[in-house]
């Protein structure tokens, strides 16, 4: 049930117009002339809660429009009715992928909000993953094998610098952005003319040496460096390596 409606005044600032205040109007005249852009105080005619929407929403809705009004949440119960898919449909598309769902039957049936219930299950790799059945659609798939399989693509055609490096770098980044505390506490910028992230036991000594690329790549080899000392540098190292193996 339509309670009250309230007309937005603008004001004038320049080339804008804010709004000042909202004046209430009487409900016969508003539905009378449609007017778009007011804002309409409204009870759930299913829960009785009070909401609001816009005159825009309610002259164009089917659910929450001029003979009858429902709230986000009854919205959502009755998309819920309508959206509803089998769980056999559910099961079929899992095992179909090569995925183990753990997810029961009744707990999915009996969940308030279906299209937002996390089916947990097992990848053919065996890695336990959760999603949505939207998500689940969108082929949003096994983090796990997904980044694998994007390392494995993305390295196919490299070997001897190119490999070594590419991987060093995927460690060091990760590991950059998980103790970027610890590596720059100041939070310095990165980026041409500032601050580089620099391995103080260089990536080329480290390949000349057939040093693991984690070791290389790790917080304790981290540093940030002026750009123009990291350029000076070079690929010489600020530590020697029993320094490095120490830390």
Not at 37 to 63: A, E, P, Q
Not at 90 to 119: C, D, H, M, V
């Amino acid at each position: 049930m339509i309670l009250t409606i309230w007309k937005p005044v603008l004001g004038r600032v320049k080339n804008t117009r804010p709004i000042l205040r909202y004046e209430s109007i009487d409900i016969e005249i508003f539905l009378k002339n449609k007017n778009k852009g007011y804002k309409v105080i409204y009870s759930c005619d299913t829960c009785g809660d009070i909401s609001n929407t816009t005159s825009h929403s309610l002259f164009r809705n089917t659910w929450n429009g001029i003979n009858s009004q429902m709230c986000r949440k009854c919205r959502g119960r009755k998309s819920e009715e309508y959206n509803f898919i089998k769980w056999d449909i559910i099961k079929k598309s899992f095992n179909g992928n090569r995925y183990k769902l753990i997810t029961k039957e009744n707990e999915y049936t009996s969940a308030n909000n279906r299209s937002q219930f996390k089916l947990k299950s097992t990848c053919k790799n065996g890695h336990d993953y959760s999603c949505t059945w939207n998500n689940w659609m969108k082929n949003k798939r096994c983090r796990i094998c997904y980044e694998k399989n994007k390392f494995d693509n993305a390295v196919k055609y490299k070997d001897g610098w190119d490999l070594y490096y590419f991987i060093v770098w995927k460690y060091t980044e990760k590991n950059y952005k998980q103790f970027k505390n610890i590596i720059n506490p100041n939070n310095l910028k990165r980026s041409i003319g500032h601050y580089h992230l620099d391995h103080r036991f260089s990536v080329a000594e480290g390949f000349k040496l057939g040093i693991l690329p984690e070791i290389i790549g790790s917080v304790k080899n981290l540093e940030m460096l002026n750009h123009s000392n990291n350029i000076s540098k070079g690929t010489k190292c600020s530590i020697a390596i029993e320094e490095l193996f120490n830390l």
